[in-house]
């Protein structure tokens, strides 16, 4: 399972590191798209269908399912890691994240978000404050559905 948080750096060229305990999982070969929130999602590339459950299936006439393969197939990028785990952040994902010196690897389970690391703070201490609140509404949604 991806979890934790780890922080690197991005060279000039564009060129960081995933962590050893996400590569683990992840294999040598990722796959890198837009995200939510300004972030990027990295998954393996066995787990790729996985991120696109929410329009599996759906009927391609659905404006929505179009907008979303458009967004997250769209802004992909299949990246190949070297053996210690560097590769290139093309740069159309990185103007994305407003990605600048240092960035925040983030494991949610199944993918990892890649952050900004000044923007992942600014986002981090609001979710802090919203936690509870968030929290509350996912339970309620949950009852409705039982």
């Known amino acids: 399972m991806l979890i934790g948080q780890y922080e690197a750096k991005i060279d000039k060229k564009g060129r960081t590191a995933i962590p050893k305990k996400f590569r683990e999982i992840l294999g040598s070969n990722v796959i890198i798209t837009l995200g939510y929130e300004s972030s990027?999602?990295?998954?393996?590339?066995?787990?790729?269908?996985?991120?696109?459950?929410?329009?599996?299936?759906?009927?391609?006439?659905?404006?929505?399912?179009?907008?979303?393969?458009?967004?997250?197939?769209?802004?992909?990028?299949?990246?190949?890691?070297?053996?210690?785990?560097?590769?290139?952040?093309?740069?159309?994902?990185?103007?994305?994240?407003?990605?600048?010196?240092?960035?925040?690897?983030?494991?949610?389970?199944?993918?990892v978000e890649i952050w900004d690391k000044k923007r992942w703070e600014e986002y981090h201490a609001k979710l802090e404050k919203n936690i509870e609140r968030i929290s509350a509404k996912l339970a309620k949604k949950g009852e409705k559905s039982e």
Do not use: C, H, M
Request: glycine share 8%.
């Open 40 to 111: 990027l999602i990295v998954v393996s590339e066995s787990q790729w269908q996985a991120l696109l459950e929410g329009t599996a299936g759906r009927p391609f006439i659905e404006y929505e399912t179009r907008e979303t393969q458009r967004f997250l197939l769209g802004g992909a990028s299949s990246v190949e890691l070297d053996n210690k785990g560097r590769f290139i952040l093309p740069s159309y994902l990185r103007e994305f994240a407003k990605i600048k010196e240092e960035v925040i690897f983030l494991g949610l389970s199944r993918y």
